[in-house]
């Protein structure tokens, strides 16, 4: 089964509203990324976060690391258009098999109506 | 500019057909990696290497195999295509330490 969950599969807003995918994983991570993948496109990465707790922001995007590193957030403030697209978080640990791997959320997918 | 080339946008192959997925990378990465991407399921890992020569299963390798002769290269292969591995493909490269994924545009692979 999926190691990472993320939450919901799908949102749509309009624009301004804002925005908020949420991943949780049965395992504690060493690090945490996020993705954006615009229709048509293939995954970029937007950030990385490290420590327990840890909070980061990039203009509207605000990113969260949980306490226990097992969770994370992404949060858009007032949407805009330029936002459609899926966002991944992908959670790094020691998974089964003995070596550390980067496992994808199943991502949201983002619609915004102007 | 830093690169992943995959060697096909678009395939379609026949089922039982062997199937090369080529990838390349101009980052000196010691990281590759080949994901497949289905709608509602994200991105799933069949294989990574972390070195030359060095290969490892992901979560869901049945099917294929890979090859990494040379750091720049990472192929995946479909010894007998079925149609459900009728798929995008994406390949990635990192440095060490599992941090930043470089993708690949993507193979889109129908197998009929």
């Known amino acids: 089964g999926q190691q990472v969950m993320q939450i919901p599969q799908y949102q749509h807003v309009q624009e301004g509203e804002d925005f908020t995918t949420y991943c949780n994983s049965s395992?504690?991570?060493?690090?945490i990324q996020w993705y954006k993948q615009r229709p048509g496109g293939h995954p970029v990465f937007l950030i990385q976060l490290v420590k327990s707790g840890e909070v980061k922001k990039q203009k509207r995007l605000t990113f969260q690391f949980g306490e226990a590193k097992k969770n994370s957030s992404l949060h858009i403030t007032a949407t805009q258009t330029t936002d459609v697209g899926t966002y991944f978080c992908?959670?790094?640990?020691?998974?089964?098999?003995?070596?550390?791997?980067?496992?994808f959320g199943a991502g949201t997918r983002l619609a915004v109506h102007p | 500019d830093v690169k992943v080339t995959q060697s096909s946008r678009y395939l379609v192959k026949r089922t039982g057909e062997k199937v090369f997925l080529e990838c390349v990378q101009d980052m000196d990465h010691e990281n590759m990696f080949w994901y497949r991407q289905d709608p509602g399921l994200g991105l799933r890992l069949i294989y990574f290497?972390?070195?030359?020569?060095?290969?490892e299963k992901g979560d869901i390798p049945e099917g294929y195999s890979v090859s990494r002769e040379k750091k720049e290269r990472f192929s995946l292969i479909l010894e007998s295509a079925s149609t459900n591995q009728t798929s995008m493909y994406l390949c990635?490269?990192?440095?060490?330490?599992?941090?930043?994924?470089?993708f690949g545009e993507g193979s889109r692979l129908t197998v009929l």
């Open positions: 395992t504690t991570l060493s690090n």
């Open positions: 992908a959670g790094a640990a020691l998974f089964s098999g003995g070596y550390n791997k980067l496992i």
């Open positions: 290497s972390y070195d030359v020569k060095m290969k």
């Open positions: 990635a490269s990192s440095q060490p330490g599992l941090g930043e994924l470089f």
